[in-house]
């Protein structure tokens, strides 16, 4: 293959890439923030706000979606990409399945990060007549924000994973250019080339990520 076409190529599923990963991290937040903060505020022996019977569903529902292998999940949610989207296959279908098995994952880390913070600052934020709104806004979040940084880096770093594994399925970039361009028409070098891009890409949002959470941590 000739090195123009090659970095054309990579170029393309790179932004694919890309795209589907911000893209679906934003929905998965959407999704995963309001669940997380759920599941924190209503157990029933930390929690500010406990409600047993509501923590147990929820609970349950984020381990069901959390037990299903990715591309088993992907094909089920076919029908619903196919109803959002208008297709099953390709970049922007993608990004359906990749949400709806990233948010549940987003919901325990928020969850554990919402969990770590010091329940003496909650309890003063309580005694000087704080809502429970004002707790979770004013006090929960930012206390847990560089932890939050971290399970947000994170989630993005397995999202690029989950969407090299949709390439399998048709899902588009990097890992549709490798299995597609690469595998299939025995072109190693493709196979090396989305390999070596998956691999900056994962250091540079864990790079960013640390630094973002180092410098909350020092602000504090």
């Not at 990233?102 to 913070?117: D, G, H, M, N, Q």
């Amino acid at each position: 293959m000739d090195f123009s076409v090659l970095c054309m190529q990579v170029g393309t599923s790179t932004l694919q890439t890309l795209a589907m990963v911000f893209i679906s991290t934003i929905f998965s937040l959407v999704l995963g923030l309001p669940l997380g903060i759920l599941l924190c505020v209503t157990d029933p022996q930390t929690g500010i706000m406990p409600k047993p019977i509501l923590n147990q569903i929820l609970t349950r529902i984020v381990n069901a979606l959390r037990s299903f292998p990715f591309i088993i999940l992907m094909i089920l949610l076919f029908p619903l990409s196919r109803i959002i989207v208008g297709t099953s296959i390709g970049t922007a279908a993608t990004i359906v399945p990749l949400s709806i098995a990233a948010a549940p994952f987003v919901a325990r880390i928020i969850e554990t990060s919402l969990k770590e913070v010091d329940p003496g600052v909650v309890q003063a934020a309580r005694a000087m007549g704080s809502t429970d709104f004002q707790i979770i806004v004013k006090v929960l979040l930012p206390e847990a924000l560089p932890s939050l940084v971290s399970g947000i880096t994170l989630t993005i770093i397995n999202l690029i994973g989950y969407s090299a594994m949709a390439g399998a399925i048709g899902g588009g970039g990097l890992g549709d250019l490798a299995i597609r361009y690469g595998y299939q028409r025995f072109r190693p070098e493709v196979m090396v080339a989305a390999v070596v891009v998956i691999l900056v890409l994962v250091e540079s949002i864990q790079f960013i990520g640390s630094k973002i959470s180092a410098k909350l941590l020092s602000k504090r």
